[in-house]
Nanobody, 123 residues
Framework: QVQLVESGGGLVQPGGSLRLSCAASGRTFSGYAMGWFRQAPGKEREFVAA????????YYGDSVKGRFTISRDTAKNTVYLQMNSVKPEDTAVYYC????????????????WGQGTQVTVSS
């Protein structure tokens, strides 16, 4: 099992930027991919972005394309989500997830999940 710890959430003004981090601990991550999902109150969990651990292929949800960037540091077992030009509708709890096997990265078929970090976009 992989333990995931998110950090970097908080309050940000519309149009601002925020960077989330997710550190995988327990053992060196050697799985297939890591991703970010979010869930706003009263809404279903939504795919945000994913990155394959080998190769670094990236995938994005339509609502964040061109504004968010996912990256990883394999030496640090950490994945990042750079959020730019944020909007009030980006307000949600953001969850990091790890897939230890081949999965459809845009689905929720990940093996391990973090506890989430709150992001609030408000003036």
């Amino acid at each position: 099992q992989v333990q995931l710890v998110e950090s970097g959430g908080g309050l940000v003004q519309p149009g601002g930027s925020l960077r989330l981090s997710c550190a995988a601990s327990g053992r060196t991550f050697s799985g297939y991919a890591m991703g970010w999902f979010r869930q706003a109150p009263g809404k279903e969990r939504e795919f945000v972005a994913a990155i394959t651990w080998i190769g670094g292929w990236t995938y994005y949800g339509d609502s964040v394309k061109g504004r968010f960037t996912i990256s990883r540091d394999t030496a640090k077992n950490t994945v990042y989500l750079q959020m730019n030009s944020v909007k009030p509708e980006d307000t949600a709890v953001y969850y990091c997830a790890a897939a230890r096997r081949l999965v459809k990265v845009t689905s929720s078929e990940y093996d391990d999940w973090g506890q989430g970090t709150q992001v609030t976009v408000s003036s």
